[in-house]
């Protein structure tokens, strides 16, 4: 009785995932897909075929007969919706870089710190999180604006002799990108540099290594599935996102979120701008899949 309960148990905790995965992630993916493949029409909603179930079978495979992929075809031709994915990656990965070049040493020296004093710094990483992420990126353009308190600081202390045209650029993106998604970087850095064995590197110094060497060859090599992990979640998400390119990068920044805002709000065209997010979707199913290989791969040696 307590096996046949225990293996019911495990089963449940099975299914749970993939339950929420089908609920949160397929089922909306389905519906997504099967907008994408619909026309565009003055109606609520703003497309056709909408399934009529009340036809029964009928009904249904006469839906899915009028499905189209003229939408994915369009996509093709419009050079707009290229050069959005290509800018989206280029600046979501250059961000990606940057942050990973910050949130590194931030995370060893969380890791190198007293024990007593790591959860106040863990505190101070995740403290942004406290306040509206929209008012965060608020803040930015008070800082950044020509007569913000970035230049009034520069002025003020002789660096420069004019303003420095920062908001409205990629670099101000660059900017909100990297502090918005930082905690995302440092947090599993610092969990794989804490559960390191910190012994490795003292015999690789006995041994004879200089301490840059030890670095590399040993701390890095460990931390890396914590690096991993950080740049697939500040990365997957910097593809997609609007609110910081609309607000810090202006009207000319041009990024997938913001399109597939205008063709949801602007245009209305609801088949297209599901075309362009299932695009989107399979383009950062690449980087989940490598994430997973490297996690499995990670999981066999540590066994």
Known sequence: MQKLGSAIFSRLVII????????????????????SLSETAVAMPPYLPVFNLSDGISG?????????????????????????????????????????????????????????????????VILPFWTSFLIRVYAWIAILKPEGLLNQFLLAT??????????????????????SYLPFMVLPIYSSLEKMDHTLTEAALDLGCTPVTAFWRITFPLSLPGVVAGCMLVFIPAVGEFVIPDLLGGSETLMIGKTLWSEFNSNRDWPVSAAVATILLLILVVPIVFFQNAQAKADERGR
Do not use: K
């Open 16 to 35: 749970i995932p993939y339950a929420w995965l089908l609920v949160f992630f397929l089922i909306p993916f389905v519906i997504v897909f099967r907008i």
């Open 60 to 124: 249904l495979i006469d839906g899915i007969r009028q499905f189209s992929f003229a939408n994915y075809v369009w996509l093709t031709e419009d050079a707009l919706y290229f050069n959005a994915y290509v800018s989206s990656v280029v600046i979501a990965a250059v961000s990606t870089v940057l942050t990973l070049l910050i949130a590194y040493p931030v995370a060893y020296g969380m890791a190198q710190a007293p024990r007593s004093l790591r959860p106040t710094l863990l505190m101070l």
């Open 158 to 179: 002789g660096i420069v002799s004019e303003p420095l045209i920062i908001l409205n650029t990629h670099l101000a993106i660059y900017i909100g990108i990297v502090y």
